[in-house]
């Protein structure tokens, strides 16, 4: 089934990881392919799905302290809140980097313990509170000086 799409775009495509996703931007369309359903887009349109992905990919999250930048590139930025320096700020290549680095520490830990996986200064310090206030992480402070987490189970 091939649709065609043309003006706004408000298109929500769902498929499986199993699918086949393929992208022919020659002619004067955009000619998407995910499993078995086709859609042609103008260019304007695949210019807005770009973009709408993009903004999908990249989205900041908020906590008490600390914050995360998901990048469209797939890193994951930890940074204290309202910090205008890069001094506050840890850059993973990836969530999943976090969460092994999560996994790998102890169950009650410190910042002494994010030293030992390369992180320096107040950057291991600021991770503890991270892995404490994001949900992700079932985590919480022990202890605010010196800065201790424990692993919940």
């Known amino acids: ?28 369309s955009v000619v998407v392919t995910i499993g078995d359903e086709t859609l042609e887009l103008s260019r304007d349109a695949a210019k807005e799905l770009k973009t709408g992905v993009g903004d999908a990919l990249t989205r900041r999250e908020s906590f008490f302290r600390t914050a995360c930048v998901h990048r469209e590139d797939g890193s994951y930025v930890v940074e204290r809140r309202n910090a205008d320096s890069t001094g506050n700020s840890a850059v993973f290549e990836t969530f999943d980097e976090v969460r092994r680095l999560f996994d790998r520490l102890p169950e009650t830990f410190d910042a002494d313990d994010l030293s030992k996986a390369g992180l320096t200064g107040s950057r291991r310090h600021m991770l503890v509170r991270h892995f404490a206030e994001h949900p992700g992480f079932a985590c919480e402070l022990e202890s605010r000086s010196p800065i201790r987490a424990r692993k919940l189970s």
């Open 1 to 28: 089934m091939c649709r065609v799409w043309h003006g706004v775009l408000s298109l929500l495509v769902a498929f499986s990881a199993r699918d086949e996703i393929s992208v022919d931007g020659e002619g004067e």
